[in-house]
């Protein structure tokens, strides 16, 4: 029993510390959270569904274009609602505008796809077993991710541009770095990470519209637990709120579980509102 | 200087108001007629419409004080129509507690809604503006869970019978006239609210924060006041809402009909009350237009947000903002009027001198203040000067309260004002302007100056909510203070005018009216003169002058050398925080250590 | 190699080339920031290797010249750098045509490397031409060179300040641009800072100094400009009589 929920918690907390991750990248390139960090999620959970099991397309093809999908819209959030409110932070209208965004693509899916829980094919064709790839999946999206921002940020040009936009927005303009292309790749960037965390958790969470709200909330614990823009607190925070949870559902079931991990949230947060790891941890990657 | 402002072509000020006042209550008028006689033309279908429009409307004008004047982004306020729908319906049901008298049981909901309220809205005080917009959407799908988990009581999914109201009410448009009578309360209680200084300041919470401060509004203490009574609208709404529905369950209160009452609010416009009202009914009655759409409505309501957030923020309001569209005069000049101010700011006794001493202030390792002491004292301008970096602003930051040194302390007599919280500083009679100016641009010049008197009104919240006699009384003493700034500083014919129309040096003169609204025993200007012309600076000296011969101390931080060496009393140079010279300005003037550092050497 | 700190004051340098056209040329510039006018019309020419200094009380709105020029500020009037129309330009496209501004404060990107912040300042360099470039520019500051690896947050402020020049210098600009490359610093490295300025001359950069020390720069520029309430009120070149009491009465306009 003991296994199964740490399993299933760290495999739904990789999934949460994906999503925090994606609000994480678009907060450090433009100061602003977005609401569409979950809708990216279920974006890749329905695309995911969509392309291999509706059409039939091989499993990775269906993962490339469920990632190209998310990073579409991760572009389309900069340039219709971010970026046009950028000029009047003070009013908190991105809040406004990314809500909307983000309720029209979960309407739209909805609608078109459906509100009941839609299959999520398995993608490799091995037997199930006590450490299923619907549980491992999650954990190595989670790790490639983390590596693979690594090797962006320290070994690349483009790298080190997004993160001098997050550290100093003026001197990197000052000194001529093309900072709207910066920010548009940033986004777009998010949005694949975030259609990863759908995709991955596929098996978990199916192709659901639901999952948008859902991860919009849950993927944004780790980000206020953790401090903002801090993916290694993000991460951490992420695999603690997934093991917490799945516990209270085995304690106490579904509804009391949320109830639990609110709480829980909610005075985390009062007594910590820039996380827990301080203010100081805001220029870290 | 002597010549009083004319009224450049604008009509007489008897006038102005009398037609303002019409046209501003015209709309309302109009709506309440049309209510009051709907059974004489809509059938029973759009007396249900109505009905429903009515219920929303009670939760929304209490959220629109919340979103739409103090900006707080509550986007999970259905919780508290689901509890108020909930506490109502079993308290009526008698499934826990013998059967209640609906009424009392609609009671008992609305001050449920006020307390959960409170709790939803506490954290607004703590958290970033999106940490909060999280929380309350985290409240509103737990409360929703909890109803479907808390079977024995709510019936889980289910649901409740909601409550019958007795006769007359509970025919279909006895019920109706029930809830447009209700509509027409909220209506005219959140009128009242707006009108007040609360409401004033509320907006300057939203658009100006550290200005409220300074003004002596305490946040905390008038959001809770706004959460507790949004809340119990909310509560009413909810049991309303019940009995509208006949029967609940808990997926008749979803995310989306959260979102619907926000947009209802902001398709109306922040800081108004006609425009959310007008907002709520078109979001009412327009699924009923199409009713393929309905499967859409969700989608169209997002889409509507989107186009509004980015085209037309200001919403309904704006549009319908005849008046701010009317041409301003290009040629204005500011006149002030000095002899005035012995009747602005009356007769003060004297408090004694404002002082630092020994203050240090870092800033994680830079000393921005390195032992410093400084006497300002009534009746007399001290200029303080010094170059970029050298602790002006800062240390008029200190003694505004913004921030606490280190060591040291700032008094005003005998006491301390640094351990002292923000807003207490305007008790003490300390005021100030700020380096860029921090007003409420959509409000009119004439509201911004009254935010300056705000601590001085009498009557609570609650009297301003049933427009009490105490509380008419402080408007209009308010009003006719505030009128009287602005005629000081001469710019009485812009009472009137939306504050962002207005040219920077205006600005400058509404903040500077504004302070002399706590008619000040001491009066800090942060740069006033940066973005005047030279004939402004001039007479804002002469003002300023004036002011301190009427007894205030003023601290007049500035870069301006012709302004300081013109008016000020005594200066003091600072340079990297300390003090490095002291004198009358003639003394400064030839020292030569001051004009290096001043001018850089 | 760090050359003596003790250059006669008022040192005659050699007279600018002569171009035919100025390398910058500035007329009627205005800007402010919001509604607040800050320039009202400034007219003002540079010369290809000149060093300008460009001196004013606080508030006088230095700063916000630089940031106007390199498009940091939007601006009305007209601008013309090296024959082209700047108008529109933002800092990307100003470092392209050769114009860098180094900005006030000394703003590095603390927790990159020294390498790697001057490598972002590479960024628009073809790729095979980056490493080269910022070994370049860290020939002018040996101090900095031999720290290449190491963080910036881990630099002196001194040492930080030599590093935001570098970031200019990997650009090879036309005309170099610093916002008060002095301030917090000690003497001896503003001097240091300085030396680089007259190397840059030698080689035909142009600089236009934005600075508070007054005797240093006047010993280090060609021409000076003063600045007070957002117009020129002084234009002057550093080998004329009386300078410094010029320059004070200039700022006080005319009071005694």
Known sequence: MVESIVLSGVAIGCIYALIAIAYNVMFSASRVFSFTAGTLGMVGGILGSLFILRMGLPAWAGFLLALAGGALLGVVTEIVAVRPVLKSLGQHLYVLSTLALALIVQQFAAIEWGTDAQPFPRLLDIARGAFDQQYWLPMLACVVTIVALELLYRHTLVGHAFLAIAEDNYAARALGLPERGLRLASFALA??????????????????????????????????????????????????LGLFQQTANFLVGGIFASVAVFTAFIIVLLAFPDGLAGASAQRRV | MTEASTAQGQPARA???????????????????????LPLFAGGYWGVIATRACVYWALVSGLNLLVGFAGQLAIGWVALLTLGAYTTSVLAAGNVLPALDPYL???????????????????????????????????????????????????????????????????????????????????????????????????????????????????SRLLIAVFLFSGALAGIAGGLFASLQSYITPDAFTIELSVLFFIGVLIGGRGSILGPLLGTILLTVLPEFAAPLVAWS??????????????????????????????????RAIVPRPELLRRLLGEREDRGALTLEQVRLSFGGVRAIDGLDLTILPGQVHGLIGPNGSGKTTTLNVISG????????????????????????????????????????????????????????????????FSLPRHRRDEAKLRESAMLALQTVGLEPLAGVRTDRLQHSELRFIEIARALMLRPAFLLLDEPAAGLSAEEIRRLGALVVAIAQAGTGVLLVE??????????????????????AAGTPAEIRSHREVVNAYLGG | ??????????????????????????????????????????????????????????????????????????????????GRDLSGAGPREAAKAGLVHVVEGHRVFTQQTVFDNLLLAAYDLPRRERAARVEEALGYFPEIAEKRHERAVSLSGGQQQMLAVAQGLVRRPRLLMLDEPSAGLSPVLVDRVFVVVRRLRESGTAVLLVEQLIEKALALADRVYALARGSIVLEAATSEADLPHRLEQAYFAGRS
């Open chain 1, 191 to 240: 949005g694949a990470i975030g259609a990863l965390a759908g995709f991955a958790g596929g098996q978990l969470l199916l192709a659901f519209f639901a999952n948008a709200p859902m991860l919009t909330f849950y993927g944004f614990v780790p980000v206020a637990l953790g401090g903002m823009g801090n993916n290694r607190g993000a991460i951490v925070a992420g695999l603690i």
């Open chain 2, 15 to 37: 006038t102005q108001w009398g037609s303002g006042a019409i046209s501003h209550v015209l709309p309302f008028l109009v709506l309440l007629v049309i209510g009051l006689t």
């Open chain 2, 105 to 219: 049981a609609l009671a008992i909901a609305a001050m449920v809604g006020a307390v959960l309220g409170l709790i939803i809205g506490l954290p607004a005080l703590r958290l970033r503006t999106f940490y909060f917009a999280i929380t309350t959407l985290g409240f509103a799908t737990i409360v929703t869970q909890i109803a479907l988990a808390w079977a024995s009581v709510t019936g889980g999914g289910v649901g409740v019978p909601g409550p019958v109201f007795p006769p007359p009410f509970d025919s279909q448009w006895g019920f109706y006239y029930f809830c447009f009578a209700i509509a027409v309360v909220c209506t005219w209680m959140t009128m009242n609210v707006a009108a007040s200084r609360f409401g004033r300041a509320l907006t300057a919470i939203r658009d100006a924060e550290v200005a409220a401060e300074a003004c002596g509004i305490s946040k």
């Open chain 2, 298 to 331: 969700t989608f169209l309501y997002a889409v509507l947000l989107l186009v509004i957030v980015l085209a037309i923020p200001g919403g309904i309001a704006e549009l319908l903002d005849f008046k701010s569209r009317r041409p301003l005069h290009s040629d």
């Open chain 2, 402 to 465: 913004y921030y606490t040194p280190q060591q040291g302390v700032a008094r005003l007599n005998e006491v301390v004002l640094t351990t002292l919280a923000h807003h207490a500083r305007a008790e003490m009679r300390i005021a100030r302007t700020f380096q860029t100016p921090r007003l409420v641009g959509e409000a009119s010049v004439l509201e911004n100056v009254m935010i300056g008197g705000t601590i001085d009104g009498q009557g609570s919240f609650a009297e301003s909510l």
């Open chain 2, 559 to 580: 870069h301006h050398a012709d302004l300081i060496f013109d008016i000020c009393h005594h200066v003091t140079v600072l340079n990297l925080g300390k003090m490095l």
């Open chain 3, 1 to 82: 190699m760090p050359t003596s700190a003790a250059d006669p004051p008022h040192s005659v340098a050699e007279p600018p080339r002569l171009a035919a056209e100025p390398l910058l040329r500035i007329s009627g510039l205005a800007t402010g920031y919001g509604k607040i006018g800050v320039l009202h019309g400034i007219d003002l020419t540079i010369r290809a290797g000149e060093v300008v200094a460009l001196l004013g009380p606080n508030g006088a709105g230095k700063t916000t010249l630089l940031r106007a020029l390199s498009g940091l500020l939007p601006w009305s009037g007209g601008v013309q750098f090296d």
